[in-house]
């Protein structure tokens, strides 16, 4: 990427950004280029032959009416081609590209760290990975394009006029220091004003997705209407901003009108007078007027043009943000073969440098084989301290340990791979449950799927006309909370880790069968260090060890 010492550098790290981003979508932007490029010079060859055939029709040059007609017909048939191969690069290649933008900005926020208090709301990050990269695609592959053909088309006019008519080149174009300066301060306006517009529409997407979300609290709570008026007022916002910005470009196009509406009638004018004194002929008055619309068509292009490209350097803007949290690393995995235990060592943690400490100085020892009841009040950091495990979190102080009896790893990304993770709440996704269990193990056989179920108290699955194929929607509707559970702890345990985590995973389930549940985990599991978050007394009676952590009371 070329860099320019006059361009700020926020302004180089934006275009930088944009160029690393235009990778997989260069193709079809190369493409829409040549094509408009190809279009332009059609364009100035049917305006000589436009010239060449008045002329010969008015006897003021040699040739043949029949072959200017042909070579017309000829250039006209060229640019229907163009246009059809314009649209078929658009239907090829259009998709292909927003979704190798999408793709990658996917692929980040998956694979990047997580800090447990994320700033941005769902509904706005999925606003951008949607809007935003529908407008940056568009910019790359369309508008930069169109833009290159519209310069292209600028100066290959003015060269055309220059070389007929020198004084009337520079006439005509005498707009452009005018045009240079109103640019600057539109672009700067119609900035700030697009950036609250994407602002204003992530909060409506926000209170959609939320609203749809927990419709039924909502019902409930007897609030419905409360975020009916919470919709109807952010929209509001959004045509007030939306009003501004049509309020305001249309009165920046109708001033630069004024200026290509002059232009025009000043040449006019001006060939009716040469036409009148003999210096030019029909054909080159003709020309002149076709000329000038070939330049002022493309500074009312580039009108047209700066709000795109605007949405687009906010748009670029605001996928450069989610591209600001850095990326776990994903080195060669780390494993425990034959089991590990987790060892504490002087652990502080908070989530807010200036927050309270959830964990100050802790320590202990999960050892190998054992099984841990972690206890206590809400906010003591029992949730945490599984996320500690898991390397979602990093530790303020002290380290975190996964060892065996020759080694000792502090964990990381690598050492998730001896994990089995069961969350609370539901976590099941859409679709079959064969779908749901074969993201704990791709390569799980329908024997291992069975017995996982039968493991997890979830072999209720198996007595459904369905069986694995039984389809469940978002959140696992179509399910109870506690089969929900079940399978989600089935579809853990098809995981080969060594160490099982439970994060309150039994909350949903009736004392029965969690007692069963823990029974079959104790009987099936032998040497697996397990952790279990909860508040159930049953789960104590399963367990070797257990701890109880209480919320921390700072000054």
């Known amino acids: 990427m070329p860099t320019f010492p006059f361009v700020s550098s926020k302004s180089r790290e934006l275009f930088g950004w944009m160029w690393r981003a235009s990778k997989g979508l260069r193709l079809q932007s190369v493409l829409n280029a ?123 006019a003015f060269l055309y006029l220059f070389y007929m008519d020198p004084r009337l080149a520079c006439l005509v174009v005498c707009i452009v220091p005018c045009f240079l300066a109103l640019s600057k301060l539109y672009v700067r306006k119609m900035r700030a004003i697009t950036r609250d517009i994407r602002s204003t529409e992530s909060q409506v997407q926000s209170i959609l997705q939320e609203s749809i979300q927990h419709r039924v609290v909502l019902k409930t709570l007897e609030r419905t209407g409360t975020m009916i008026e919470r919709l109807v007022e952010t929209q509001a916002h959004l045509r007030s901003h939306v009003r501004h910005r049509a309020v305001f470009s249309s009165f ?35 020309s002149f007027i076709q000329l000038v619309g070939q330049i002022q068509g493309p500074f009312r292009d580039i009108t047209r043009f700066i709000p795109a ?80 495990i898991l390397a979602l979190l990093k530790p303020e102080e002290g380290n975190v340990e996964m060892y065996d009896e020759t080694r000792a790893v502090v964990v990381s990304p690598q050492t998730r791979n001896n994990l089995v993770y069961v969350p609370q709440g539901n976590t099941l996704f859409s679709g079959t449950i064969r779908d749901n269990l074969l993201l704990g193990n791709p390569e799980a056989t329908e024997r291992e799927m069975k017995s996982a179920l039968e493991t997890a108290c979830a072999d209720f699955v198996l007595e459904h006309p369905d069986g694995l194929d039984a389809v469940c929607g978002e959140h696992g509707a179509g399910l109870s909370e506690g089969q929900a559970q079940r399978i989600a702890i089935a579809r853990a345990l098809l995981r080969k880790g060594s160490v099982l985590l439970l994060d309150e ?42 701890i109880e952590m209480r919320r921390i009371l700072e000054n």
């Open 34 to 156: 040549l094509i408009g490029i190809l279009s332009v010079i059609l364009d100035f060859a049917f305006i000589y032959a436009t010239k060449w055939t008045i002329d010969i029709a008015t006897n003021r040059a040699e040739g043949s009416l029949q072959v200017a007609a042909y070579a017309l017909a000829a250039i006209m048939l060229s640019k229907i081609l163009l246009g059809f191969a314009r649209k078929w690069v658009s239907a090829l290649l259009g998709v292909r590209s927003q979704n190798i933008l999408q793709k990658r900005l996917f692929v980040h926020l998956l694979k990047s760290e997580w800090s447990g208090q994320e700033g941005r709301h769902t509904g706005d990050t999925l606003n951008r990975m949607g809007q935003d990269v529908r407008d940056l695609t568009a910019c790359i592959t369309e508008t930069i394009p169109s833009l290159l053909e519209v310069l292209f088309r600028l100066v290959g």
């Open 252 to 286: 920046s196009s109708t001033l630069l009108s004024i200026g290509f509406a002059t232009g025009y009638l000043v040449t006019f004018l001006w060939g009716v007078d040469s036409l009148q004194a003999g210096i030019i002929t029909y054909g080159m008055m003709i």
């Open 309 to 388: 490209l605007v949405g687009t350097l906010t748009a670029s803007e605001r996928l450069m943000e989610l591209e600001d949290e850095p990326l776990e690393d994903d080195s060669a995995p780390i494993s425990f073969d034959r089991g590990a235990g987790v060892r504490f060592s002087d652990v502080s943690f908070q989530y807010k440098k200036s927050g309270r400490h959830v964990l100050s100085h802790f320590s202990y020892d999960f050892p190998k084989g054992s099984t841990t009841a972690i206890l206590g009040e809400t906010g003591a950091g029992k949730t945490t301290l599984i996320r500690l």
């Open 505 to 546: 995973a039994t909350s949903a389930l009736d004392t029965r069968t969690e007692q069963q549940l823990l029974k079959n985990l104790s009987s099936t599991d032998e040497g697996r260090t397990v952790i279990c978050v909860t508040h159930r007394p049953a789960v104590i009676d399963y367990c070797s060890q257990v």
